[in-house]
């Protein structure tokens, strides 16, 4: 079965310094794994997906994954946050035939000025 | 091209009443999945739809229904509302499958009173 795990459910950077959201996932078979992001009021957004290709993924907004199969994560790091930026982040594996996803319970990113 | 569509935006019902939601996919796109999500659960899985025919379930009790139109339009009902079903209920959808990522629309907000 398929699960993710997002450590630390609300994380504070100040402007200008590295961004690193943690998900660890669990996956019977290669994982499909996605990063979204969520503005208040709003719906999910796509950063990021790994479909097994290169392990390193680069997104939208200068975020950047990276795949370790080993360590069984997938953690989002952006060098540099921005104030907007502030939003909650979703990590999500699909299921085998990619018709469900399973969503960590999200991590809010808080940056200060 | 137009996003995800889902209407109404904003809905405030009475215990043991029922509601419709609607979603308008992305054109060409025939995959619809719904989701919910609650300060409490986070974002759980529904259902998922291809082609009119649902390929998969998540656990939510039989209330919860769903169907598609062949225009891959899909609509949501829920009877018998009570209160823990009020959520943020999200449509995504994608062209066959999700294994490139779910195009997530802004979401219904429900409350029931």
């Known amino acids: 079965a398929q699960s993710v795990t997002q450590l630390g459910s609300h994380v504070s950077v100040s402007e200008g310094a590295l961004v690193l959201l943690r998900c660890n996932y669990s996956?019977?078979?290669?994982?499909?794994l996605f990063w979204y992001v969520q503005y208040p009021n709003q719906g999910l957004q796509l950063l990021l997906k790994y479909t097994s290709a290169a392990t390193l993924v680069k997104g939208i907004n200068g975020f950047e994954a990276e795949f370790k199969k080993s360590e069984t994560s997938f953690h989002l790091t952006k060098p540099s946050a921005h104030m907007s930026d502030a939003a909650e982040y979703f990590c999500?594996?699909?299921?085998?035939?990619?018709?469900?996803?399973?969503f960590g319970s999200g991590t809010k990113l808080n940056v200060k000025p | 091209k137009a996003g995800v569509t889902q209407t109404p935006r904003y809905l405030i019902k009475t215990r043991g009443q029922q509601v419709t939601l609607s979603c308008s996919p992305i054109?060409?796109?025939?995959?619809v999945s719904w989701y919910q999500q609650t300060p409490g659960q986070g974002l759980q899985f529904l259902f998922e739809?291809?082609?009119?025919?649902?390929?998969n379930k998540g656990n939510f009790p039989g209330r919860f229904s769903g169907r598609q139109f062949s225009n891959s339009r899909s609509e949501m009902n829920v009877s018998t509302l009570e209160l823990g079903d009020s959520a943020l209920y999200l449509c995504a959808s994608s062209s066959v499958t999700g294994n490139y990522g779910y195009t997530f629309g802004s979401g219904t907000r429900l409350t029931v009173v």
């Open positions: 996956s019977s078979v290669p994982p499909y």
């Open positions: 739809y291809f082609s009119e025919t649902q390929r």
């Open positions: 054109s060409g796109h025939r995959s």
């Open positions: 999500a594996v699909s299921d085998d035939n990619f018709n469900k996803f399973y």
